[in-house]
Each structure stands twice: as C-alpha cells, then as structure tokens.
C-alpha cells in the first residue's frame, strides 16, 4: 500500500505512520490557543518529531462541533509562518513531511507553495476547486467524510447505514478525483470521527473498519480526545481521553488503518508498533 506525497513515498506495506496535530487556533477543542505563538508551535512539532511523527498537521481553522469558519487571511496568516518555518527544519522531506488541515482551495494552494506535502481536506473535497489545487501542486491528499458543516454537522445525524454511506462516498470520491487528473497513490481517505456522526455511528464504523477499505488507499483515523470517547466513558476530561485514545490506536491498526492522527505522539507510536510486531506476516 503506497501513498505518495510530493517530498516522501509512504509504504505501508507493513508499517503505518503517526500524524501530530499542531493546531495553531484559539478555538480548537481540546488545545485551543495553546500553540498560536511561532515559536511555541515549532516547538511542540519539534517535540512531535523527537517522538516519531512522520507527519505534522498544521490546522488554522476549528472544525470542532458548533465552529464558525474563519475567513482565508485570517487562517493564512496562522498556518503559513508555521509551514514555512517547519520547512525549514532539518529532515523535511525524508524523515518527515507536513501537512495541511484546511477546506479552503486558496490556503491549501499558498500552503503547499510553502512546503505541505498533503492537504487534509475535512470538507470532503466538496468544494470543486480544491481538486485543481491537489491536481496542480502535486500535494497528496486526505479526503475525510463529513456530514453537514462544523456548526451544524451535529443536529441529530442520520445514516441509512453509516458504514455504507461513507464507504460510497469514498469511492465517489476517488472516481472524482481520478477523472480529475490525480492519480489514486496520491488520496488517503479518513471516515470523520466525530463529524457528523453520534457516538453509536462512530463505534458502528470503528467496528467495520476494514468494510471502508477503496482501492488498496490508506484509512487515516483521527479520534485522539473526541467527545464520543468521553460520552462513552462517562467523563468530561479531555484528560481522561488519552489512554483510550491509546487502545484505539491499536485496535485501528489491527483494523487496517495505516495513520493515526493524534495529540500525543509517543504512546500511540508505541501502541501501533507494539501491534504491527503482532499482526506482522
């Protein structure tokens, strides 16, 4: 299983690879604010990589339940220094590569210019444009399932069969994308936990995980400190989210996903290794 990105092929043959969210927001659910300095935001990647992440996703933008979008100087002028600055770091383009988490056509062109490999679309790809910017720039890209928009994507969801509706989607997706001019190694798809979604549609698709699987392309799983984890456990502490954020990231690779998308990377480096020794042929 190969995905390739503009600065890095990514064989998942056998391994997957860790995504460190780098949030650079004020409103980010769980990490909200505390990245906005520069030089903090280097600093937690810088981190994020000592730990193992192979992939950083800078976001400017909350998605989080009940957000207002931002308009696109405002999520440039986050993004952008932070990318440009990453950029620049040592081992860009080997040991590690980066990403951009936006919906916007424009900030995910002046983005790539500034050194993303992948565009983490959260939009699903539907705004049109954002085909040509993956198309042009060479950028790979994760294309995620999400109902509605972040303000209203959770006024009571409702899924024939969930599992159904977002794998259709996936292949609507890749056809679209095909069609376009991008080959497939270049797409990554993400169920979108959490977007959309009630807690029984998201363990409804961590069960059926493998029925998402389109053309041999990669599943990014992102539920790192969702608030389905805590509603299902009981809890309000994003705290309390990290451990079991932990167990799912072994139990999703066991699943075949083959990238986790997480605020802490170590330990769930670890669990997805740990896995890979057991699973491995």
Known sequence: ???????????????????????????????????????????????????????????????????????EA???????????????????????????????????????????????????????????????????????????????????????????DVREFFCAALARCIDCGVPADRIAFDPGFGFGKTPQHNTELLRRLPALAVASRPIVVGVSRKSFIGRLLGTQSIGDRAWPTVALTSFCRERGARVVRVHEVKPNLEALRMTEAIIAP
């Not at 699903?124 to 399932?145: F, S």
Request: one cysteine or more.
């Open 1 to 71: 299983m190969i995905w390739q990105t503009p600065h890095r092929t990514f064989d998942f043959t056998r391994t997957g690879a860790v995504m460190g969210v780098l949030n650079v927001t004020p409103d980010s659910f769980s990490d909200g604010g505390q990245w906005l300095d520069l030089d903090a935001a280097i600093a937690h990647a810088e981190e994020m990589l000592a730990e193992g992440a192979e992939i950083i996703d800078v976001g400017g933008e909350s998605t989080r339940p009940g957000a207002s979008p931002v308009d």
């Open 74 to 164: 405002t999520e440039k002028s986050r993004v952008l220094p932070v990318i440009e600055r990453l950029a620049a770091l040592p081992g860009h383009g080997c040991r590690f590569v980066i990403s951009l988490d936006t919906m916007k056509p424009a900030v995910a062109r002046d983005g790539a210019a500034a050194g993303a490999a992948i565009i983490n679309d959260v939009g699903g790809l539907r705004d049109e444009r954002m085909l040509d910017v993956i198309k042009q720039t060479g950028a790979a890209a994760v294309v995620m399932h999400m109902r509605g928009e972040p303000k209203t994507m959770q006024d009571s969801p409702v899924y024939a069969d969930v599992v159904n």
